[in-house]
């Protein structure tokens, strides 16, 4: 177990890539603590369906922490709008010049 604790702790430290750089400095060592004794602790006593409950919610925690988090950095909502914009313009383009459809 030692090896697959080690394995889903690097996963979840690359996982921490999605908050935000701050956050991760000021909480990240914490949260891959706590993050290995929940693995550890379920593992101990309810298996695999026990981990998979932990990366479950940790899933959650990206979701509804590090998103929201990111989004209120000014550089990723200018990329997002960003990116919405060139697929709308994308799509227009593409529309106008596909042949039109016949049955």
Not at 18 to 27: A, E, L
Not at 45 to 55: A, D, E, N, P, T
Not at 84 to 89: G, M, P
């Amino acid at each position: 177990m030692i090896s697959a604790l080690q394995m889903s702790c690097a996963l979840y430290d690359l996982l921490l890539l999605t908050y935000p750089r701050d956050f991760r400095v000021r909480f990240g060592a914490e949260m891959v603590t706590t993050f290995s004794d929940q693995v550890c602790g379920e593992w101990k006593r309810h298996g695999l369906l026990g981990v998979i409950r932990v990366w479950y919610s940790a899933a959650l925690e990206v979701l509804s922490v590090a998103i929201p988090l990111q989004l209120r950095s000014s550089v990723v909502v200018a990329m997002a709008v960003s990116f919405l914009w060139s697929s709308a313009l994308f799509m227009a383009l593409f529309r106008a010049t596909a042949p039109p459809c016949t049955k």
